[in-house]
């Protein structure tokens, strides 16, 4: 069945520090894959996706690129601010699962002024 | 805005009780969903449903069940109760699968079994 393996957390870093979470996927066909952020206290919100291979998706300063080649789909900031601070979720979506998301396991990210 | 929302924040219960989590969105999505967060387990499935009446297990449907009379409500019933059902429930919606179409999430809500 379809998988979503993040990295270990939690991540904790200084503001504008570099960040990735790498993400690798396994699924039949071709899903597209989303990063969702969970703030303290709320639901989940998009943060990006993308649909095909070689997409790129990008949103508040955050990308992340869909790789076949290497099943992947890792997450990148280049200066993180203390706002960030959530929790990161990659997920992927088949269109023949009638639009099931599969989640990975989560990263908790920490940003200290 | 799109907006999915869950009847409750926080909620504390009895083993053996009956439990009901209610959402409602109002965007007129088909699909509705109900998962399961806990740490470093991420979501996993519990239940969804892609039409009025219609309902599939997820994951890990075990003492749930489900019921949607009208399109725009989805409700996750808990038969019974028990303490490893402590988590926190998250209801989402959205249309039918076309390419990124995204699923938008209710703000969840935290139930604990006592």
């Known amino acids: 069945g379809d998988s979503v393996t993040q990295m270990e957390g939690p991540v904790t870093l200084s503001e504008e520090a570099c960040l990735t979470i790498?993400?690798?996927?396994?699924?039949?066909?071709?899903?597209?894959l989303f990063w969702y952020v969970q703030y303290p206290g709320e639901g989940l919100q998009l943060l990006l996706k993308?649909?095909?291979?070689?997409d790129k998706g990008s949103n508040k300063g955050f990308e992340a690129t869909y790789r076949k080649e290497t099943t992947s789909f890792h997450l990148e900031k280049g200066s993180v601010q203390v706002s960030d601070s959530a929790v990161y979720f990659c997920?992927?979506?088949?269109?023949?699962?009638?639009?099931?998301?599969?989640f990975g396991q989560g990263t908790i990210l920490t940003v200290h002024p | 805005d799109v907006k999915v929302t869950q009847s409750s924040r926080y909620l504390v219960k009895r083993t053996g009780e009956k439990v009901f989590l209610e959402c409602v969105q109002d965007?007129?999505?088909?699909?509705m969903f109900w998962y399961r967060q806990d740490p470093g387990l991420g979501l996993r499935l519990i239940y969804f449903?892609?039409?009025?009446?219609?309902?599939e297990k997820g994951d890990i449907p075990e003492g749930y069940s489900v019921s949607r009379e009208k399109k725009e409500r989805f409700s996750l019933i808990l038969e019974s109760a028990s303490t490893n059902q402590t988590s926190m429930y998250l209801c989402?919606?959205?249309?039918?699968?076309?390419?990124?179409?995204?699923?938008?999430f209710g703000q969840g809500t935290r139930l604990t079994v006592v």
């Open positions: 989402a919606s959205s249309y039918p699968y076309r390419g990124g179409t995204e699923a938008f």
């Open positions: 790498n993400c690798t996927y396994t699924a039949t066909g071709y899903p597209s």
């Open positions: 993308a649909t095909k291979a070689d």
């Open positions: 997920a992927l979506r088949r269109g023949t699962s009638y639009g099931k998301l599969t």
């Open positions: 965007m007129d999505h088909e699909n």
């Open positions: 449903s892609y039409d009025v009446k219609m309902k």
